[in-house]
């Protein structure tokens, strides 16, 4: 669907609103988790009702843990919902476009710089212990 027009080309409070309104139903969310990995998302539901929206908010978190979008780039469903968080769900959307690159078979478009699965070389002395540190490691 189209975006609204604060959104494009906008900034500032009035964009983040448009963008609350534009997802907060979390339906577009959901679509966009199976747009990366299809049925990341079982059932999306399309309902004004505010559970079901929370819920698929909810859903669509979980398809972020499953594709590897780290848990401090998660934000919570009322963030989004009560439209009190915009810039976490800003955030968690920038790193689900870096996780993506790394998904099999999503061929894009692509959101920010690509991350690194592994940083370090499987055949090195202590490889094990040395890729379960660098996996708690933030590079920026």
Request: overall charge negative.
């Amino acid at each position: 669907s189209e975006l609204p027009e604060a959104m494009v080309g906008g900034s500032g409070d009035a964009a983040l609103s448009a963008l609350h309104e534009w997802l907060k139903s979390g339906e577009r969310l959901c679509e966009l988790a199976n747009t990366i990995r299809p049925e990341s998302v079982k059932k999306i539901a399309r309902s004004k009702k505010p559970f079901q929206q929370m819920e698929n908010i909810a859903a669509y978190l979980n398809a972020c843990s499953a594709l590897g979008v780290p848990a401090f780039d998660a934000f919570m469903t009322v963030d989004l919902w009560e439209g009190s968080g915009m810039r976490a769900v800003v955030r968690n959307l920038h790193s689900l476009g870096r996780v993506a690159q790394n998904v099999e078979g999503f061929e894009g478009p692509h959101l920010g710089a690509k991350v690194r699965l592994s940083l370090v070389d499987s055949s090195a002395p202590f490889a094990e212990e040395l890729q379960h540190i660098s996996s708690h490691l933030l590079i920026s």
